[in-house]
Nanobody, 121 residues
Framework: QVQLVESGGGLVQAGGSLRLSCAASGRIFGFNDATWYRQAPGKQRELVAAIISPGRTDYADSVKGRFTISTNNAANTVYLQMDSLKPEDTAVYYC???????????????WGQGTQVTVSS
């Protein structure tokens, strides 16, 4: 059974930084892909950053140059480094990952519980 636990959210002033973590528990063999989404009050969930394949990432235009997605396979963790935060970045952030369960090609896909990020002006 794989579980995802998010952490790192909080309240920060505009211009500040936060690093979100999404840790996968259980016996896994790395990530196939990982995505961070966010949902602000009254708005639809939107993709923020994604690791599409090894060495290839994608970002929403609104966060390019400010956010960085990365993984630490040894720690079974996906990160979202958020710099130069703006009030419009305020949202609940969710990770979604596909992990490798074994050498037979089996995988597991799941979502984190969400973590609140609030940026004050």
């Amino acid at each position: 059974q794989v579980q995802l636990v998010e952490s790192g959210g909080g309240l920060v002033q505009a211009g500040g930084s936060l690093r979100l973590s999404c840790a996968a528990s259980g016996r896994i063999f790395g990530f196939n892909d990982a995505t961070w989404y966010r949902q602000a009050p009254g708005k639809q969930r939107e993709l923020v950053a994604a690791i599409i394949s090894p060495g290839r990432t994608d970002y929403a235009d609104s966060v390019k140059g400010r956010f960085t997605i990365s993984t630490n396979n040894a720690a079974n963790t996906v990160y979202l480094q958020m710099d130069s935060l703006k009030p419009e970045d305020t949202a609940v952030y969710y990770c979604a990952v596909e992990v490798k369960l074994g050498l037979d090609g089996s995988t597991w896909y799941g979502w984190g519980q969400g973590t609140q990020v609030t940026v004050s002006s």
